[in-house]
């Protein structure tokens, strides 16, 4: 197995002494590794098989739909024995300087070529890889990947190697290499492949083997975020909200990799709090597990600072903490949801702790007042259902009633 040697462009927030490959890296191989490359094959799958998914691949292209090809190499690992596609298998695939795909039985017979596939690309991936390299999204492709990646498959790694075909000096062909036996899961994430990171994440968390696979990338996502805030996508944001599936609060801190992803938590609230935008983007969207994160991280500060003897201060604090203001206005994440009438994420907070729904920003503004405002029906009927609400005014005066009839 050939390892690779990362050569950092620029920092991108990772730990000292931590290797993480981005685009703006370049792997370096050494010569070894390079004639470990040369020799790979196609492997686990027949060559007749090969010519029936290529057929299938050039009608994709043809079509630009691939949806037949996933349904043709789904009922390959479905068919007999001797013709079945073996789910250890490997993929050589040549992508010419045009687009065109074609799998390829060696890495050399893409060499041989010459001239003739500079400007090309060489894949080498495996079937959970395999359905990350083509262009589009579609239904078949989506249930490849979720069959692939539930199964017994996810107990090896599925990884994605990329190189670039280019002119060496003596016109020979040579590599840039672009991805470098790359984690699926972090190639979906760098390409913004928002339905594959969302299934092959949660395929994940349900071992508990490739947890430590995922704690990696969602701590990347996570260091994006921190970095760009103002300019982050929303798909980055909902691919994090997927990554975030695993059970934050159950981390462990004796763990070097659980202790550097609490940090890394801890910063990503820290940097919410101080952007009142990019908190009302994520509450907006309902991106749930993010807001989870938000809430726990938030509880998890204050046990700290708390004697875990003085339980009904620590109950009281937590009620506080639920309703504490964030961003110019100090609006309570409570109020944030309400202004995108994300009722299911208010039912589970509610359900979760003992929130005060009578919480007010500087303005002097409940929840129920932003539930009248922006016409949040479903929040307003739920937050009127709970015994305790006042319909209090705020400091301009004004009443939920008096703002509902105005909006």
Do not use: W
């Amino acid at each position: 197995m050939f390892n690779g040697n990362i050569q950092h462009c620029k920092d991108n927030g990772a730990a000292s002494g931590e290797v993480q490959q981005y685009s703006e890296n370049i792997v370096v191989l050494s010569k070894e590794e390079l004639e470990q490359f040369n020799q790979l094959k196609t492997q686990g799958i027949s060559p007749s098989r090969i010519v029936a998914l290529n057929k299938l691949l050039a009608d994709a292209l043809v079509d630009n739909n691939f949806s037949v090809f996933f349904q043709g190499l789904s009922s390959l690992l479905k068919c007999g024995k001797k013709e079945r596609i073996r789910r250890n298998c490997q993929f050589i695939i040549y992508q010419n300087s045009t687009g065109y795909y074609v799998i390829v039985d060696s890495v050399q017979s893409v060499r041989a070529l010459e001239g003739r596939v500079v400007g090309g690309r060489i894949y080498v991936c495996d079937l959970g890889s395999l359905g990350l390299i083509f262009p589009g999204n579609s239904s078949e492709r989506d249930e490849f990947l979720r069959s692939i990646f539930s199964s017994t498959f996810n107990q090896e790694k599925s990884v994605i190697s990329q190189v670039a075909c280019v002119s060496s000096h003596s016109n020979n062909v040579a590599y840039n290499v672009i991805d470098f036996r790359k984690g699926s899961l972090q190639y979906a994430l760098e390409h913004g492949d928002l339905a594959a990171v969302s299934i092959i994440s949660s395929s994940l968390s349900q071992f508990k083997e490739c947890n430590g696979e995922l704690k990696k990338v969602a701590k990347g996502a996570l260091i994006q975020i921190i970095e760009q805030q103002e300019t982050v996508s929303n798909t980055l944001l909902e691919c994090a909200n997927s990554l975030l599936e695993f059970k934050t609060d159950n981390l462990n801190l004796k763990s070097e990799e659980d202790r550097l992803l609490q940090l890394e938590l801890e910063r990503f609230v820290s940097c919410i709090r101080s952007n009142h935008s990019l908190l009302h983007r994520i509450c907006k969207a309902s991106y749930e597990n993010i807001v989870k994160v938000i809430i726990h991280i938030e509880l998890g500060e204050l046990d700290k600072k708390v004697d875990p003897n003085e339980s009904h201060l620590l109950k009281a604090y937590h009620e506080r903490i639920l309703g504490m203001g964030y961003g110019p206005d100090r609006d309570s994440i409570m109020s944030v949801l309400v202004q995108s009438d994300s009722v299911n994420l208010l039912k589970s907070l509610f359900d979760k702790y003992k929130v005060d729904v009578n919480a007010v920003n500087s303005y002097g503004y409940t929840a129920l007042h932003f539930a009248a405002v922006y016409n949040a029906k479903k929040c307003a009927r739920f937050l009127l259902s709970k015994s305790n609400v006042v319909l209090n005014s705020a400091k301009s005066g004004l009443t939920p009633l008096h703002l509902a009839a105005g909006s």
